[in-house]
């Protein structure tokens, strides 16, 4: 019944821009952490960015920090993460996933539910 659904990745030139947007449904997430992760072929998932539905707070990678933007979609249930600068290290796939308050934000360990993930490129 739970589904995070990405959408908006896609390809880009190096230094521009990109906006992903993840829709979850099947339940009541006030309580959660939303995050984005990305994985690299034969690299582990690392933590992008995260926030706190519930209060805002913001979680964000070094990599990524001054960058990218996580922020609570327009719609109900949806967060949204917006990618300037890009550059092509990247070009990864995204994943966004749900989490209870509490876990460690920066582990994929804790994430409940998970989305199929979304292919970003940015070609210098």
């Known amino acids: 019944q739970v589904q995070l659904v990405e959408s908006g990745g896609g390809l880009v030139q190096a230094g521009g821009s990109l906006r992903l947007s993840c829709a979850a449904s099947?339940?009541?997430?006030?309580?959660?952490?939303m995050g984005w992760f990305r994985q690299a072929p034969g690299k582990e998932r690392e933590v992008v960015a995260a926030?706190?539905?519930?209060?805002?707070?913001?979680y964000y990678a070094d990599s990524v920090k001054g960058r990218f933007t996580i922020s609570s979609g327009n719609a109900k249930n949806t967060v949204d993460l917006q990618m300037n600068s890009l550059k092509p290290e990247d070009t990864v796939v995204y994943y966004c996933?749900?989490?209870?308050?509490?876990?460690?934000?920066?582990?994929?360990?804790?994430?409940?539910?998970w989305g199929q993930g979304t292919q970003v490129a940015a070609a210098s």
């Open positions: 996933a749900a989490g209870p308050t509490g876990i460690t934000v920066t582990s994929t360990r804790g994430y409940l539910y």
């Open positions: 099947g339940r009541t997430f006030s309580s959660y952490y």
């Open positions: 926030i706190r539905w519930s209060t805002g707070t913001t």
